[in-house]
């Protein structure tokens, strides 16, 4: 009898998740499809009825991190109204997941392993980085068009904005000599980097 398409996706997802796990908690290297299996729980067969091999599991598993991370800066962009806003959310959404356990896991996982697994670096400047700093290139050109803004390098400024969100404490949140910023911290960073972002924009409220 086939699968159902709802028992399949299931299956997938639970893999994922296990996967994930395994990912963040362990040595990627450590990690084997045997462990994956056992942890989803599916049998070995099942398994490569989904994927292929480790790194086809590891792709999906942060392409899928991206996606969700793009789908609520595209909802936020499509409910844009104040700017000031606007920018608050996509840099809470960015900022919750930079310094989040799992984000600083999976950014320390990818970093490891890009120059083994070339390809996971390509698909994660493919799939996140630059979809995200695309999306918020084109909400700038809006401004630019409807706020009498004029700013010359639309991309380049909006590479600016998710760096202010970064920065030194991100680099030591990542090595482990800082603690991921507390709830407040994370409401000052914000509050901070969209305040000056607007004032290096030359956007005031009317």
């Known amino acids: 009898m086939t699968e159902s398409i709802e028992n399949s996706d299931s299956k997938r997802q639970a893999i994922m998740q296990a996967a994930k796990n395994l990912f963040l908690t362990h040595n990627y290297r450590c990690v084997s499809m045997d462990k994956i299996a056992q942890a ?11 994927f292929d091999s480790k790194n086809e599991l590891l792709v999906a598993v942060v392409s899928k991190l991206s996606t ?64 995200l700093i695309n999306q918020l290139d ?39 000599v800082q603690p991921p910023p507390n709830e407040l911290e994370k409401a000052q960073l914000i509050e901070s980097a969209t305040t000056f972002y607007l004032r290096g924009i030359g956007y005031a409220k009317n």
């Open 40 to 50: 989803a729980p599916v049998s070995k067969a099942t398994l490569y009825n989904y």
């Open 68 to 131: 969700e991370l793009l789908q609520t800066i595209t909802q936020t962009l499509s409910d844009a109204d104040d700017v000031e806003q606007t920018l608050k959310k996509i840099a809470f959404s960015v900022v919750e997941f930079l310094y989040s356990s799992e984000g600083l896991a999976i950014y320390r996982l990818v970093i490891s392993e890009s120059h083994e697994f070339p390809e996971l670096g390509q698909m994660v400047s493919n799939n996140g980085v630059t979809p």
């Open 138 to 176: 084109s909400y700038l050109q809006r401004l630019n068009d409807s706020d009498n803004l004029s700013i010359f390098d639309t991309r380049s400024t909006a590479d600016v904005f998710f760096s202010l969100l970064k920065g030194e404490l991100h680099f030591r949140c990542l090595l482990g």
